[in-house]
């Protein structure tokens, strides 16, 4: 992929700041939103006129609620979000806690050479996942899973920007490598729905829209869909607070001083983590200026009008939630990272939207939230994070947004 739209939108961010623009992007009109305004019309007045363009990662990993759109997304919605909004906080708190202190150790192992492993997050996450919500199944695969995660979500991202009827060259040994990785992945997902636990709600409610539930329903496409969404971008969210605490001292240590402060088993009480206001400022300013999904692309069915731009039918819009967030009219001195302007000193002036907003919003963000800060407070309490040297390259987009050569954070032992 040679169009980078992290820093595409960084860029936009700061040449046209707070403004929707028109750009050209690998020879398509794009509308840029960058006001809460015109993110609000496309997102929640007027959803049903803007489809998902996510066709890649349709075709890579198949249909599910991650990709669709209109009656499809909704029946797929119907059937997951009752029981991903059911899902048991403290089980969650604990599995996140248990995995982080491994990911602590993990950290600090010789072969690791003192660097932020951003891989050893990713298994992090998809071992909470597996442990919360499928009972433990594929945890012990979630380094194969996990490398055969990137294979797909990078090879779909390689196509994202090319427009559905482009001549857009394919490589044929790679294409047949995401073949192989893709039948491997199906098989691992497949195992999963053999004796399904009896008190596995996630699980058999999977199974039995698969068998009896909407046409083109297929269980293993949602649960792929579950770990792209679900722990792929927990685990980028994840990476951005630990270099966020890297470049700001001061704040980890206000975030340590309070984690310090609790008992061991409040370390996995989500109502006592969710009432920490220097962690809660830490994660939702992490959120704000690296968002873990930068942008929410839609393309227009019919004629509207988006902060006074006229939109054509098939009009491709970045919802840019860097530019959102980075907007001065909400954010004063919006590039600056200031953990104390999200409630630490009073009202809140404005609230991001790292998760979207609207009928389309993450089902999964309360999960996510819980389980950052549960991970955060563990990794403080054990482990210092310093600024390094390390050239971290150019961002890397799969959906979630990262560092191509990982995050600039070395990590020491608490003294």
Same mark, same amino acid.
């Given at each position: 992929?040679?169009?980078?739209?992290?820093?595409?939108?960084?860029?936009?961010?700061?040449?046209?700041?707070?403004?929707?623009?028109?750009?050209?992007?690998?020879?398509?009109?794009?509308?840029?939103?960058?006001?809460?305004?015109? &993110?609000?019309?496309?997102?929640?007045?007027?959803?049903?006129?803007?489809?998902?363009?996510?066709?890649?990662?349709?075709?890579?990993?198949?249909?599910?609620?991650? *990709?669709?759109?209109?009656?499809?997304? &909704?029946?797929?919605?119907?059937?997951?979000?009752?029981?991903?909004?059911?899902?048991?906080?403290?089980?969650?708190?604990?599995?996140?806690?248990?995995? &982080?202190?491994?990911?602590?150790?993990?950290?600090?192992?010789?072969?690791?050479?003192?660097?932020?492993?951003?891989?050893?997050?990713?298994? *992090?996450?998809?071992?909470?996942?597996?442990?919360?919500?499928?009972?433990?199944?594929?945890?012990?695969?979630?380094?194969?899973?996990?490398?055969?995660?990137?294979?797909?979500?990078?090879?779909?991202?390689?196509?994202?920007?090319?427009?559905?009827?482009?001549?857009?060259?394919?490589?044929?040994? %790679? %294409?047949?490598?995401?073949?192989?990785? #893709?039948?491997?992945?199906?098989?691992?997902?497949?195992?999963? #729905?053999?004796?399904?636990?009896?008190?596995?709600?996630?699980?058999?409610?999977?199974?039995?829209?698969?068998?009896?539930?909407?046409?083109?329903?297929?269980?293993?496409?949602?649960?792929?869909?579950?770990?792209?969404?679900?722990?792929?971008?927990?685990?980028?969210?994840?990476?951005?607070?630990?270099?966020?605490?890297?470049?700001?001292?001061? %704040?980890?240590?206000?975030?340590?001083?309070?984690?310090? &402060?609790?008992?061991?088993?409040?370390?996995?009480?989500?109502?006592?983590?969710?009432?920490?206001?220097?962690?809660?400022?830490?994660?939702?300013?992490?959120?704000?200026?690296?968002?873990?999904?930068?942008?929410?692309?839609?393309?227009?069915?019919?004629?509207?009008?988006?902060?006074?731009?006229?939109?054509?039918?098939?009009?491709?819009?970045?919802?840019?939630?860097?530019?959102?967030?980075?907007?001065?009219?909400?954010?004063?001195?919006?590039?600056?990272?200031?953990? #104390?302007?999200?409630?630490?000193?009073?009202?809140?002036?404005?609230?991001?939207?790292?998760?979207?907003?609207?009928?389309?919003?993450?089902?999964?963000? #309360?999960?996510?939230?819980?389980?950052?800060?549960?991970?955060?407070?563990?990794?403080?309490?054990?482990?210092?994070?310093?600024?390094?040297?390390?050239?971290?390259?150019?961002?890397?987009?799969?959906?979630?947004?990262?560092?191509?050569?990982?995050?600039?954070?070395?990590?020491?032992?608490?003294?």
């Amino acid at each position: 992929m040679t169009f980078d739209p992290c820093s595409f939108l960084y860029e936009v961010a700061q040449t046209d700041n707070a403004r929707t623009v028109i750009r050209e992007v690998e020879g398509r009109r794009v509308v840029v939103v960058q006001s809460v305004e015109g &993110a609000n019309h496309v997102l929640r007045s007027n959803p049903g006129n803007y489809r998902k363009e996510l066709w890649p990662f349709r075709q890579v990993m198949g249909a599910s609620r991650l *990709t669709e759109d209109g009656d499809n997304w &909704a029946q797929r919605e119907a059937v997951t979000q009752p029981y991903l909004a059911k899902f048991d906080p403290a089980r969650l708190a604990i599995k996140s806690k248990e995995h &982080a202190d491994l990911l602590a150790a993990r950290l600090l192992e010789p072969e690791t050479a003192g660097r932020l492993e951003q891989f050893a997050i990713d298994v *992090t996450t998809i071992r909470v996942l597996s442990d919360t919500l499928l009972d433990g199944r594929l945890a012990d695969e979630a380094e194969d899973f996990a490398s055969d995660l990137h294979v797909m979500l990078d090879y779909a991202a390689s196509y994202a920007f090319s427009g559905r009827d482009s001549n857009t060259h394919i490589d044929r040994q %790679t %294409t047949r490598n995401l073949a192989r990785i #893709r039948q491997r992945m199906l098989h691992r997902l497949t195992q999963v #729905r053999q004796d399904l636990p009896a008190g596995d709600i996630v699980l058999h409610a999977l199974d039995a829209a698969d068998r009896d539930g909407p046409d083109g329903f297929v269980f293993e496409h949602e649960l792929m869909q579950l770990f792209s969404a679900g722990a792929d971008t927990s685990a980028a969210a994840l990476g951005w607070c630990c270099q966020a605490l890297a470049e700001n001292q001061s %704040t980890q240590d206000n975030v340590r001083a309070e984690v310090s &402060a609790l008992q061991a088993t409040q370390l996995s009480d989500p109502a006592v983590i969710s009432r920490l206001p220097w962690l809660n400022g830490l994660v939702d300013e992490t959120l704000r200026l690296y968002p873990p999904i930068p942008m929410l692309g839609r393309l227009a069915k019919a004629p509207d009008v988006v902060d006074q731009f006229n939109i054509e039918p098939e009009t491709l819009v970045f919802v840019s939630l860097i530019g959102v967030h980075r907007n001065h009219l909400l954010w004063p001195d919006p590039d600056a990272f200031c953990a #104390r302007r999200h409630g630490l000193d009073g009202a809140r002036t404005a609230r991001a939207m790292p998760f979207s907003t609207g009928p389309r919003i993450c089902g999964g963000s #309360r999960f996510a939230i819980i389980e950052l800060k549960v991970i955060l407070a563990s990794l403080v309490r054990q482990l210092h994070f310093v600024p390094s040297e390390l050239d971290p390259g150019e961002f890397q987009w799969r959906i979630s947004m990262r560092r191509k050569l990982g995050h600039p954070v070395n990590v020491l032992p608490l003294d």
